[in-house]
């Protein structure tokens, strides 16, 4: 089918807000929906915006998102600019009649622009969602199978480790969630180290940190994040894993692979279908990352056609959010933070211009 039969076929209108790396991997999704038709892109950047409209022949280009949304006036709109903008395009597409938003990660940098997201598209009706596509990962939701089945037994423990809690760790807290099947935790308490001035993604994030997250039913988890060079394993498999302890075993996922260690039992493996060598991947993107948010927009998609909820829903996001904006607080109140979390700020940066950390040196990265 050619693309003008595929336009006119389509009963769904998209718009990607942001045409950097991810904002390439969301178009590349709606591509691959049927009956969606990708109308539009805006960025900052025109240059790269009309570069990935001419590579996916998307007809509208705009540099302010406003004047996207005013001329496009789409079904669905993707948010894939930096975090400190995500709750004034999320306003303005509400307010453009968007019908869904799939908005990146991480959500805000605040737990009140977090909030005030979600509350605005519950409000006005709005299917939001945000791109933790981990979840559709066939490593990640064999896990969660075998952990659901009792393949280890009752879970004791979680451990997770990644790069920084900001970005990365919304990915790992809330894969955490995830195999605990989103149960509710009901505290955390947490620890940061604030010694760099450290930017990732152009956002300023604490320099290494430990998480403790409890349930009501006994389990804990923790998670540690950094980038020391003693802390090596945290970069291992793409930065990222989790280790969740049962009574009859254990299971080790990382991005890789799932590998089930069960006491008096033969090991359980699932792989990725996908090459982790990233020497291998086009511009340099994991292809798990496209997969997944193809996944997550086609599911997107079809909720929105059934009235279903979609896998990615903004609650997941938010109790992920939720967590690390805890996990700062508790550092700087010095005590446990009973959940639900009561501060809407980011107690990182307020702390730090309150005196309370006095970082030196600047370091900025990707992770």
């Known amino acids: 089918m050619d693309d003008s039969m595929r336009v006119s076929s ?17 178009a590349l999704g709606y591509l691959a929906t049927p009956g969606v038709a990708l109308t539009g892109l805006a960025d900052v950047d025109t240059a790269s915006a009309e570069a990935l409209a001419a590579e996916l022949q998307v007809p509208a280009v705009h540099r302010d998102f406003r004047e996207l949304l005013a001329a496009t006036r789409p079904d669905l709109v993707s948010v894939c600019t930096p975090p400190a903008l995500h709750l004034d395009v999320v306003r303005a597409a509400i307010a453009a009649g968007a019908r869904a938003i799939h908005c990146e990660k991480p959500m805000a940098l605040s737990y009140g622009d977090a909030v005030a997201m979600v509350t605005a598209a519950a409000d006005a009706g709005v299917q939001l969602t945000f791109n933790l596509q981990r979840r559709f990962e066939a490593v990640q939701r064999q896990a969660r199978e075998w952990i659901a089945q009792g393949e280890i037994g009752d879970v004791v423990t979680v451990e997770g480790y990644c790069p920084n809690l900001f970005d990365w760790g919304t990915h790992i807290l809330d894969l955490i969630l995830f195999h605990r099947q989103d149960a509710a935790p009901e505290w955390v308490l947490g620890q940061i180290d604030v010694s760099v001035n450290r930017y990732v993604y152009g956002v300023f994030t604490e320099t290494a940190s430990l998480t403790q997250v409890g349930w009501a039913d006994g389990v804990r988890a923790v998670v540690s994040t950094g980038r020391e060079p003693h802390t090596s394993a945290l970069n291992l498999e793409n930065g990222l894993g989790l280790i969740v302890q049962g009574t009859r075993g254990r299971a080790d996922i990382r991005g890789a692979r799932t590998l089930l260690r069960r ?12 090459d982790t060598d990233s020497r291998t991947w086009d511009r340099g993107v ?30 997941h996001a938010l109790r992920g959010a939720e967590l690390i904006f805890a996990t700062y607080e508790s550092s700087r109140s010095r005590r446990r933070v009973v959940l639900p979390l009561d501060r809407m700020d980011n107690a990182l940066t307020s702390g730090r211009a309150e005196g309370f950390w006095s970082p030196t040196g600047e370091l900025r990265s990707t992770y």
């Open 286 to 315: 994991d292809p798990a990352i496209v997969a997944g948010t193809a996944d997550a927009i086609r599911d997107l998609v079809a909720s929105l056609r059934t009235g279903s909820r979609p896998a990615l829903h903004a609650e």
């Open 263 to 274: 006491f008096g039992k033969d090991d359980l493996l699932r792989e990725s279908p996908f």
């Open 10 to 26: 389509a009963d769904l209108s998209a718009v990607v807000v942001g045409a950097g790396s991810q904002g390439r991997v969301h």
